[in-house]
T-cell receptor
Framework: AQSVTQLGSHVSVSEGALVLLRCNYS??????LFWYVQYPNQGLQLLLK??????LVKGINGFEAEFKKSETSFHLTKPSAHMSDAAEYFC???????????FGTGTRLQVFP | DAGVTQSPTHLIKTRGQQVTLRCSPK?????VSWYQQALGQGPQFIFQ???????QRGNFPDRFSGHQFPNYSSELNVNALLLGDSALYLC????????????FGEGSWLTVV
């Protein structure tokens, strides 16, 4: 069975500070890993995905994530937070490109001026 | 190019009633999935349709049913509504033309009273 754990339901940073959102996964097969962002009252937007190619994945809006098999982690980072980054972030895992997504419970990012 | 479109955006139903939600996938996509997102939680996979057949199903009761039409659009039907069915219902589509990346619609907010 696959699962995702997101550590920290709320993360607060100052504008310009490093953003680090944590995600650990469990999977019996090589996983496909995703980060999605959800702005208030909107659907999910894909930030980036890992599909067994390069372990460091670059996404949209300056975000990136590193796949670490030894730590079963796929943490999301951004060097400098913007006010517009305030949103809910979801990590997800699947067995393949067309397989169902299994989501974590989400991390709400707040950015203070 | 329109993305994934869902209707209605908001609706209120009474316990015991039935509801139908509709989804048009992104142009060129042939696979449609439905997710339920309760308040404060991550999305939960309901089922996936491909070539008008249910290909995968999550852990949801038979009250939840779906359909995919020849033009790839889809409906989600929920019978005998319970208060606990109140949630955001997200439709997602994917297709080989976009590398099977999953795109989400903005969802349908269902409130059961």
């Amino acid at each position: 069975a696959q699962s995702v754990t997101q550590l920290g339901s709320h993360v607060s940073v100052s504008e310009g500070a490093l953003v680090l959102l944590r995600c650990n996964y469990s999977s019996s097969v090589p996983p496909y890993l995703f980060w999605y962002v959800q702005y208030p009252n909107q659907g999910l937007q894909l930030l980036l995905k890992y599909t067994s190619a390069a372990t460091l994945v670059k996404g949209i809006n300056g975000f990136e994530a590193e796949f670490k098999k030894s730590e079963t982690s796929f943490h999301l980072t951004k060097p400098s937070a913007h006010m517009s980054d305030a949103a809910e972030y979801f990590c997800a895992v699947s067995k393949g490109n067309t397989d169902k997504l299994i989501f974590g419970t989400g991390t709400r990012l707040q950015v203070f001026p | 190019d329109a993305g994934v479109t869902q209707s209605p955006t908001h609706l209120i139903k009474t316990r015991g009633q039935q509801v139908t939600l509709r989804c048009s996938p992104k142009s060129g996509h042939d696979t449609v999935s439905w997710y339920q997102q309760a308040l404060g939680q991550g999305p939960q996979f309901i089922f996936q349709y491909y070539e008008e057949e249910e290909r995968q199903r999550g852990n949801f009761p038979d009250r939840f049913s779906g359909h995919q039409f020849p033009n790839y659009s889809s409906e989600l039907n929920v019978n005998a509504l319970l208060l606990g069915d109140s949630a955001l219902y997200l439709c997602a589509s994917s297709g080989s033309d976009s590398g099977n990346t999953i795109y989400f619609g903005e969802g349908s907010w269902l409130t059961v009273v």
